[in-house]
């Protein structure tokens, strides 16, 4: 498969979500996540492990999450990475794309690795008509 940045939406939707309560095309993007674990290729950005753990108001269930979490080793963006981050979010904000400094911190460090992003968030879609991204094909 190769190695894949994984956006919050889909970790958030396989650690905090029933699986019953998710329709077909978020179980089948579940199953890619797990694909993607038990191959070594999904990987993790530690602003990303910010948000996935951001909210959780009962401390069993936070530290069930953090500890499996502590599994994955973090991507570390470096000194570029920020700023190509900031050069991306001008590029956004000049053709009226919405976004979040944490999407662009993930935009800039798949650039960097020149590695594909898999979200459930379609504010990727729209990151991808202005910044040279690759998204990982969802499934259908």
């Not at 650690?15 to 579940?30: N, Y």
């Not at 694909?35 to 401390?59: F, M, P, W």
Request: aromatic share 8%.
């Amino acid at each position: 498969m190769g190695h894949v940045i994984v956006d919050t939406s889909v970790w958030s939707l396989a650690l905090r979500r029933r699986r019953k309560s998710l329709s077909p095309p978020q179980r089948a993007l579940d199953f890619l996540l797990r694909e993607l674990i038990v191959a070594g290729d999904a990987l993790l950005l530690g602003a990303v492990r910010q948000e996935v753990l951001t909210g959780i108001a009962e401390q069993p269930v936070f530290e069930r999450l953090a500890a499996y979490l502590r599994d994955f080793e973090d991507v570390l963006p470096d000194s570029v990475d920020y700023e190509r981050a900031a050069a991306f979010a001008n590029i956004c904000q000049r053709r009226g794309v919405a976004h979040s400094p944490i999407d662009m911190l993930l935009c800039a460090v798949a650039v960097d690795k020149d590695l594909p992003i898999l979200s459930e968030d379609n504010d990727f879609d729209h990151y991808a008509t202005c910044l040279p991204i690759r998204l990982y094909p969802r499934p259908t």
